[in-house]
């Protein structure tokens, strides 16, 4: 059974920075795509940052701030969010999709509060 966890989450004034990890990645095998997501109270969860096949992407409210990252020496998918804004208050979770299982891994979430 496997299980993701993420951490790094916390309380920070805008303007801050936090750096979110999930793992253990080696757990799964054949990763296609991992990404993060996040749901703010009320509101959808939506796709943050992805990354797969040598490439990543960004919701547009994040591009320039956030750089999602795969760090095999740490066993973890990483989020680096920089500049941060109170609309970035939100749950964060990890997702990763294995092209051999053809299942979908999520982790259980981490609060990322962003208020002065």
């Known amino acids: 059974q496997v299980q993701l966890v993420e951490s790094g989450g916390g309380l920070v004034e805008p303007g801050g920075s936090l750096s979110l990890s999930c793992g253990p990645i080696?757990?799964?095998?054949?990763?296609?795509?991992m990404a993060w997501y996040r749901q703010a109270p009320g509101k959808q969860r939506e796709l943050v940052a992805q990354?797969?096949?040598?490439?990543?992407d960004y919701a547009d409210s994040v591009k320039g701030r956030f750089t999602i990252s795969r760090d095999d020496a740490k066993n973890a998918l990483l989020l680096q969010m920089n500049r941060l804004k109170p609309d970035d208050t939100a749950v964060y979770y990890c997702?990763?999709?294995?092209?051999?299982?053809?299942?979908?891994?999520w982790g259980q979430g981490t609060q990322v509060t962003v208020s002065s």
């Open positions: 990354i797969g096949s040598g490439s990543t």
């Open positions: 080696g757990s799964i095998r054949g990763i296609h795509t």
């Open positions: 997702n990763i999709f294995s092209w051999s299982s053809g299942r979908y891994y």
